[in-house]
């Protein structure tokens, strides 16, 4: 329900048309890992946990539809003359996308909303770079590379990324010796650097999409 009604909220106008993706069931998978054999039944308490390590804007989308109702503003949809459901929940969009395939769809963008830190997300307008809101805003997030257009190696994605010194996100895709396929989100809070140190702020974190969706460490 979290995912439908950021999807109804969004000016992402595609996402009205999209049926529950894969990546839903992926964060499904991880969660049934929480629930009890006996009563095959999720306790309040671990579905807590749960959402507040692996997805803690899960829900915010249902908090800001029910404000935004008891506010007496209708969220129908893009096509509606009343735009208040604009200022709601608002996913990043990608920009200076290439025609190659990307990884970076819709869903994903929806699940990184909901667990990113929020200096990812973008900030308001009028508000001074320093000022992070307490939702996403719907910012732009810019391609640097994409493997399919600009060639595997390190050398390629430093040379289209080193010179970009805000945070990143950067999604791996590898397969396994058994062929099981996993996808990786690495979010990087500062600008890359080539070198035998560590480098990287608290807001530095690494994120499962598949085959089950989870915050490995952040």
């Avoid at 604009?86 to 929806?110: E, F, G, N, R």
């Avoid at 909901?114 to 770079?129: E, H, W």
């Avoid at 396994?176 to 990287?200: L, N, P, Q, R, S």
Wanted: net charge neutral.
């Amino acid at each position: 329900m979290g995912y439908s009604l950021v999807m109804g909220t969004s000016s992402h106008e595609e996402a009205w048309s999209q049926s529950i993706p894969e990546l839903v069931k992926w964060m499904a998978k991880n969660l049934s890992y929480h629930v009890d054999r006996d009563t095959r039944e999720i306790s309040k308490g671990r579905f807590a946990v749960w959402l507040s390590h692996h997805s803690p804007r899960m829900l915010l989308g249902i908090q800001l539809w029910l404000a935004s109702l008891l506010h007496g503003h209708q969220v129908s949809g893009p096509t509606s003359a009343d735009k208040s459901w604009q200022l709601l929940y608002q996913l990043p969009h990608l920009t200076a996308v290439s025609d190659k395939p990307s990884l970076m769809d819709t869903p994903l963008i929806w699940a990184l909303s909901t667990n990113l830190p929020l200096c990812y997300l973008g900030r308001m307008t009028d508000q001074p770079k320093s000022a992070v809101p307490s939702y996403p805003v719907g910012c732009e997030w810019t391609q640097l590379y994409n493997s399919r257009q600009h060639g595997f190696g390190l050398n390629r994605f430093m040379h289209h990324s080193s010179d970009y010194k805000d945070p990143t996100i950067t999604v791996l895709q590898c397969h396994a010796a058994t062929g099981d396929e996993f996808i990786f989100v690495m979010a990087v809070d500062t600008d890359w650097k080539e070198g035998a140190f560590f480098w990287g702020k608290e807001n530095c974190c690494l994120i499962q999409i598949k085959p089950d969706f989870q915050k490995i460490t952040c």
